[in-house]
Each structure stands twice: as structure tokens, then as C-alpha cells.
């Protein structure tokens, strides 16, 4: 039997998505999150070679999952988004550092024109789309550690203000805030293209308990350097979210119901849903 994939049930939604904004100026941006298929290989008749051929560089199950279901949500939501079969769409992605088949996915084929962003972390997977402007996700799982203070890590990515602005905060909210940020950053790298290439201390946030914002890049980029409009984003339970969307002064993020999307899928038939795992049936089944 195909296995079915978990849709997240996301907490109450964020400040930053109820707070109104000016209709020129605002980006739409939808979100999906599933949990990771538990078999990965029977959705490989949605995969295309190239994305087949990364499956095989994957030692741990783990990550075989989460990248599978990435592509597999990201194709389904950009086909319910544009009216197209999931088949007809396809995602490239090539690292501009070593020119792997890595790094921020491009779409192409019947949805050509969406942006997205994939990210995963512990047993959740999401996929933002915006249309026509460039979009970063990023979630960070809540794992709680032993001792006070601000982690290595995370000292690592935080510029002085960002450290003032964590120090402030009761000890037991550090950690949280630190995570708050890393999730923000990564965003913006995401939107940016640049990914983890640019350093994280090369850009300042706004504090964590402060709507999410972009206050600046450090002087030695100059002029010019993107300044894209965040949020933050209510995924599940025990995990950090934002989004950043480039070209736009705010951005309006919306959770979407990720069982309603494959339910919907298995409505419309896709005649693609029978080559996955050589079934009949549409593989998502059911969301539990």
C-alpha cells in the first residue's frame, strides 16, 4: 500500500501575518508543509533523472525523504497554483559555487514565472511560491540544550547589535531568539541566491521579539544590496519560520492546508499520480 504523506497542522498565525498592509507594495506568498514520506521511493515516477540521479548521492534515508518530498510538494503546489498537471513542471537547480544539482531550485516548464524556496528540518518539509519575486524559506527545529548563554553556533552568525539584542532577553529565551534569527537569515540568503556563500554576519536583523526586518548590510557591500520584506511564520509546534521575498515592501505570508492540496490533486486525476510507485491510485491518498 503507498504510503501517506502527514499533513502539519500549523499553530496560530503569526503576528506578522495579520498585520495590514498597502496593496501596491505587498507580496503574496503561500507556504506548504508536510511531514517526510516515509517511503520516498514510490513517488520517484514524479521525479525527473537529474533529480533521480541526486537521490542516489543520499547515504541516510533520512535525507533521501526530505528531499523527495520536497520536490514532490513543490511540483503539486506550483500545478494546483497555475492549473497545470505536476508532471509539466520541473525545478533546476544548479550551485553556482561547485555546480552541483544543488542549491536554489528555478522553475520551469507550465510554471515558469513562480518562485520557490524548500527547506526541512526534523519532521517538517515546506515549500514557499510567490509569483514573479524571488522567495527564501527557512525552518528551524527547537531542540532544547544543557547550559546558558548563547550557543557557539549561533555566536558565530549574530552581528554585535543581534548579540545585544539576544543578551537583553531572559536567559531562558536566548536560545529561542537565537534560532528566531538564524531562521530570518537564512531567508534572506534563500531569496538572495546566495545561501550560506555569504556570511550570516554580514547583515543586521531587527531584534527577535521585533517584527521580522531587514535594518541593513554591512558597509562594505555598498549600495544596491537587496532589501527584501520579511515575516515570520507559524509552521508547527516547536519550530522556527520566516520567509523573505525580494522586489517587494511586505510581504503577506498564508499556510496553506497541505491535505486539501493532495486531496484536490487525486480529484483532478493526474494520469502522472499512476506512475509513482506503479500505482493506479494517487499516491498521496488521504492526509492523516
Known amino acids: 500500500m503507498t504510503p501517506t504523506p502527514t499533513a502539519l497542522a500549523a499553530p496560530a498565525a503569526s503576528k506578522d501575518a495579520e498585520t495590514p498592509h498597502a496593496a501596491t507594495d505587498q507580496a503574496e506568498c ?99 511560491l510567490a509569483e514573479g519575486r524571488p522567495v527564501g524559506l527557512d525552518v528551524e527545529q527547537y531542540v532544547p540544550r ?38 530570518r537569515k537564512e531567508a534572506v540568503l534563500k531569496a538572495t541566491g546566495e545561501g550560506l556563500n555569504t556570511p550570516m554576519t554580514d547583515f543586521t536583523l531587527s531584534a527577535p521579539d521585533a517584527p521580522a526586518a531587514l535594518l541593513g548590510w554591512h558597509p562594505s557591500y555598498g549600495d544596491g544590496r537587496p532589501v527584501p520584506a520579511m515575516a515570520d511564520v507559524a509552521l508547527a509546534e516547536g519550530y522556527h519560520s520566516a520567509v523573505a521575498v525580494l522586489n517587494a515592501r511586505t510581504v503577506l505570508p498564508s499556510v496553506e492546508d497541505s491535505a486539501q492540496l493532495m486531496t484536490g490533486g ?23
Open 30 to 128: 503561500r507556504i506548504w508543509a508536510l511531514a517526510p514520506l516515509s517511503d520516498p521511493t514510490a513517488y520517484f515516477g514524479l521525479l525527473d533523472g537529474r533529480e533521480r540521479g541526486r537521490c542516489e548521492s543520499f547515504t541516510r534515508e533520512v535525507d533521501l525523504s526530505r528531499y523527495v518530498t520536497g520536490r514532490v510538494l513543490a511540483k503539486t503546489a506550483l500545478a494546483h497554483m497555475c492549473g497545470a498537471r505536476p508532471e509539466d513542471i520541473r525545478l533546476y537547480a544548479k550551485c553556482p559555487g561547485c555546480g552541483g544539482p544543488h542549491g536554489k531550485p528555478q522553475v520551469l516548464g507550465a510554471a515558469e514565472g513562480w518562485e520557490l524556496s524548500i527547506t526541512h528540518s526534523g519532521d517538517v518539509v515546506a515549500v514557499a
Open 146 to 183: 544543557a547550559g546558558a548563554g548563547i550557543a557557539e553556533e549561533f555566536a558565530l552568525v549574530l552581528t554585535a547589535a543581534e548579540r545585544a539584542s539576544v543578551e537583553r532577553l531572559p536567559l531562558q529565551d536566548r536560545e529561542r531568539a537565537c534560532l528566531t534569527y538564524w531562521a
Open 266 to 288: 487525486r480529484a483532478r486525476g493526474h494520469p502522472s499520480w499512476a506512475g509513482a510507485g506503479s500505482r493506479t491510485d494517487h499516491p498521496w491518498g488521504a492526509a492523516r
